[in-house]
């Protein structure tokens, strides 16, 4: 079965430090990977998708990017956090070309920037 | 442009009683319509979803959905709620043709409270 590994879980980090989370998946191959941001609980803001490696597309403008070296990997980065960096971030995947697929989340990583 | 909308940011219900949580779409052609809960501080986990064929979806957790697409909804809904049901509901729509990244749109978000 597939599974989604998402760390850390929780991260305190002082404004102008950078930043790497990292997300994995296992038993699936060629899958589209997300990384979204979860701000106060409620909606979702889609930050980047990648349909394969090294092919990625930001949704918005921002202070994060994104990469994908290998294909169940994604990783979101940032050279100098700002406040408003702060949020709940989720890592997600589907089905590479299967339109009714649902999508499968990470369990998150809360991120403080202080 | 597709669009998915959760009217009530919280909906409260009591116990044993009946819920729905609301959601309307917009989108070109026929969509595919997706349900998801999170619980503090976790992931989203997929309740159910709406593909094609009968209008009523049954998913996880005793939870159903029920497509109409003259009113353009996929409303969740259970028979009986439980305190265990309480947490953060979210609708998603997708185009029904592949598109590059194969994004899901997703609603607002409801926040669902259970009272004993």
């Known amino acids: 079965s597939q599974t989604i590994h998402q760390w850390p879980a929780t991260l305190v980090q002082p404004v102008g430090s950078p930043l790497s989370l990292e997300c994995t998946v296992e038993?699936?191959?060629?899958?589209?990977l997300y990384w979204y941001r979860q701000a106060a609980g409620r909606g979702l803001q889609l930050l980047f998708y990648?349909?394969?490696?090294?092919?990625i597309s930001s949704e918005v403008p921002q202070n994060l990017s994104a990469s994908r070296p290998q294909d169940r990997q994604f990783i979101l980065s940032s050279k100098k956090l700002l406040l408003s960096d702060s949020g709940f971030y989720l890592c997600?995947?589907?089905?590479?070309?299967?339109?009714?697929?649902?999508?499968?989340f990470g369990q998150g990583t809360r991120l403080t920037v202080v | 442009a597709q669009s998915v909308a959760q009217p009530e940011d919280q909906v409260n219900v009591a116990e044993g009683n009946p819920l729905t949580v609301k959601c309307t779409y917009s989108?070109?052609?026929?969509?595919?319509l997706f349900w998801y809960v999170q619980y503090p501080n976790r992931g989203l986990q997929f309740l159910l979803k709406?593909?094609?064929?009968?209008?009523l979806v049954k998913g996880s957790y005793g939870f159903e959905a029920e497509f109409n697409k003259s009113q353009t909804s996929f409303h969740l809904k259970k028979p009986s709620a439980l305190v265990s049901d309480s947490a953060l509901y979210f609708c998603?729509?997708?185009?029904?043709?592949?598109?590059?990244?194969?994004?899901?749109?997703f609603g607002g978000g409801t926040r669902l409270m259970v009272k004993p």
């Open positions: 998603a729509v997708r185009f029904t043709y592949y598109n590059a990244g194969n994004m899901l749109t």
């Open positions: 990648s349909i394969g490696i090294d092919q």
């Open positions: 709406y593909i094609t064929g009968d209008n």
């Open positions: 038993g699936t191959s060629n899958p589209n």
């Open positions: 997600a995947w589907s089905v590479r070309q299967a339109v009714s697929a649902e999508a499968f």
């Open positions: 989108v070109s052609g026929n969509p595919y």
